[in-house]
């Protein structure tokens, strides 16, 4: 009693309800405060050792404890049945008694862990019913543990599905067999494979304007810690305004699939029209000539207008010629053949074949590399390299330098002229279907050349750039990659 009457002195001061007094040893031998609320039995704390009883998040606290004097700590209350409860728990030390005072008081977190998970459980519900995705759980065997409000909102039918399979949701509630089929071997490839496998769902009629509701289903396994599957993850996210997009993208480009078919037949018919009487001029105009030579007729002014005549069929052909290119490369029907061959014989044979006839000026080629043969289209390049050269003739009086070198990946090319060069702000434009350079409306030409250079070098997964001063000169660089793939 002695002993009793000395630990009540040394608490008489306090509103606190729930106390332990403590030996310097660590044990417990008075406890005063109404425990019974916390259903644990006073006499329950005596002759126990304080860390029995009382223990932090990860492990029971030592001696240091008995250290943290008047320091305010949360800790947790270990009861009977190793229930933990959550407390705030602060320490006095009393000189006189060399006793420690324990001062508990209750939280206003969970007061069980039994509590906590019911919180915790309730935390993660309303968390994973406001995701804006369908979230369920299912067993190793496809069944239901868990399904959120987005996937089914009826609560009746959330609470019924618990334990049930989609073959048993679809009997009840008419669900269609052939979504049931598609989840059924999904899941069972998830199962076998245990990779993440996704699909899309549709559900016609869906949407309140009667179009079909999409859906991206992901299946995921989780595995236990011995590595086997324990349950699959399913989720799903709405994707019906994504498809309508792209649905409308497809019928899109089928429009203008269907009129680029309709220009090029229109070209290429007309095209063809316009040869017809073309061949028909060309063949009067050799007639009168071999008549001319026969006779020996020698008028200067009708040779004139002849060679004029000439001049003309053979540019309204080239004309021809480069928008029925243009066109068959708008519907991707560019016949692609790739060769091996070496690019500095080919540009030479070019140059002597086509270019002999330069008096006045030369085309100085030089091999700044060794060159190995590479793939290339001879036809595509054959056209790539005339019109290049041929626009260096026309604008330029001067020698042209053509350059060629090599390395491990690829092949380059750089025509060089002195001639009247490009306004900088028109270069970007260069590429664009008709268009010519402001200097150039004295020159002959329709603007589609360099458009057909480009898509032809595109074809051979190459590149094309200009680097051009007024008045100074002009030097294209081309750019080809040793070994072709493919072409789509």
């Known amino acids: 009693m002695q002993e009793q009457s000395k630990y009540k002195k040394l608490i008489e001061s306090t509103a606190d309800k729930l106390i332990l007094v403590v030996e310097n040893s660590g044990k417990i031998k008075y406890a005063e405060g109404n425990f019974s609320s916390y259903q644990i039995d006073n006499n329950y704390f005596l002759e126990k050792n304080i860390s029995d009883v009382i223990l932090d998040k990860e492990s029971p606290f030592t001696q240091p404890l008995l250290n943290q004097v008047n320091q305010e700590v949360i800790a947790l209350l270990k009861r009977e049945n190793s229930e933990r409860l959550s407390v705030h728990l602060k320490i006095k030390f009393d000189l006189n008694e060399q006793l420690y005072v324990f001062f508990i008081r209750p939280t206003n977190a969970h007061h069980t862990e039994k509590e906590g998970l019911e919180q915790l459980k309730e935390f993660y519900e309303n968390l994973l019913n406001n995701l804006p995705v369908d979230v369920v759980v299912f067993s190793d065997c496809h069944k239901?543990?868990?399904?959120?409000?987005?996937?089914?909102?009826?609560?009746?039918?959330?609470?019924?599905?618990?334990?049930?399979?989609?073959?048993?949701?679809?009997?009840?509630?008419?669900?269609?067999?052939?979504?049931?089929?598609?989840?059924?071997?999904?899941?069972?490839?998830?199962?076998?494979?245990?990779?993440?496998?996704?699909?899309?769902?549709?559900?016609?009629?869906?949407?309140?304007?009667?179009?079909?509701?999409?859906?991206?289903?992901?299946?995921?396994?989780?595995?236990?810690?011995?590595?086997?599957?324990?349950?699959?993850?399913?989720?799903?996210?709405?994707?019906?305004?994504?498809?309508?997009?792209?649905?409308?993208?497809?019928?899109?480009?089928?429009?203008?699939?269907?009129?680029?078919?309709?220009?090029?037949?229109?070209?290429?018919?007309?095209?063809?029209?316009?040869?017809?009487?073309?061949?028909?001029?060309?063949?009067?105009?050799?007639?009168?000539?071999?008549?001319?030579?026969?006779?020996?007729?020698?008028?200067?002014?009708?040779?004139?207008?002849?060679?004029?005549?000439?001049?003309?069929?053979?540019?309204?052909?080239?004309?021809?010629?480069?928008?029925?290119?243009?066109?068959?490369?708008?519907?991707?029907?560019?016949?692609?053949?790739?060769?091996?061959?070496?690019?500095?014989?080919?540009?030479?044979?070019?140059?002597?074949?086509?270019?002999?006839?330069?008096?006045?000026?030369?085309i100085n080629l030089i091999a700044k590399s060794p060159i190995d043969d590479i793939e290339f289209d001879p036809k595509l390049m054959f056209h790539v390299i005339t019109n290049i050269l041929s626009n260096a003739v026309k604008y330029s009086q001067l020698d042209i330098v053509i350059s060629v070198f090599q390395d491990k990946d690829e092949t380059n090319i750089h025509v060089e002229d002195f001639g009247i060069g490009i306004p900088e702000s028109e270069q970007p434009q260069l590429f664009n279907s008709f268009y010519r350079a402001s200097n150039s409306s004295n020159y002959q030409g329709s603007g589609l050349g360099l458009v057909i250079v480009k898509n032809f070098i595109e074809l051979h997964h190459g590149k094309i750039e200009v680097v051009s001063k007024l008045n100074i000169g002009t030097l294209f660089k081309i750019s080809l990659p040793n070994f072709q793939q493919s072409v789509d």
């Open 144 to 362: 239901y543990l868990y399904i959120n409000k987005i996937a089914l909102s009826d609560e009746k039918k959330r609470n019924w599905i618990i334990g049930k399979t989609d073959e048993e949701y679809a009997m009840k509630y008419n669900l269609s067999e052939s979504h049931i089929q598609g989840r059924k071997e999904t899941f069972k490839k998830v199962i076998q494979t245990g990779n993440l496998i996704q699909y899309e769902e549709e559900f016609e009629g869906r949407q309140p304007d009667g179009s079909s509701k999409w859906v991206l289903r992901h299946f995921k396994p989780i595995y236990n810690s011995k590595s086997e599957i324990d349950f699959v993850l399913g989720f799903g996210l709405d994707i019906s305004d994504r498809k309508k997009a792209e649905l409308e993208t497809l019928k899109n480009l089928e429009k203008q699939t269907e009129l680029n078919q309709l220009k090029n037949k229109f070209v290429s018919t007309i095209s063809h029209e316009f040869r017809t009487p073309l061949a028909t001029i060309k063949g009067s105009i050799d007639l009168l000539q071999i008549a001319f030579e026969k006779y020996q007729i020698n008028n200067h002014k009708i040779v004139h207008y002849i060679d004029t005549i000439n001049n003309e069929v053979y540019n309204l052909n080239n004309l021809l010629n480069e928008v029925l290119m243009i066109g068959r490369h708008d519907i991707n029907q560019t016949p692609v053949c790739f060769t091996k061959d070496n690019l500095f014989r080919f540009v030479e044979n070019i140059i002597v074949q086509n270019y002999s006839y330069l008096t006045n000026r030369k």
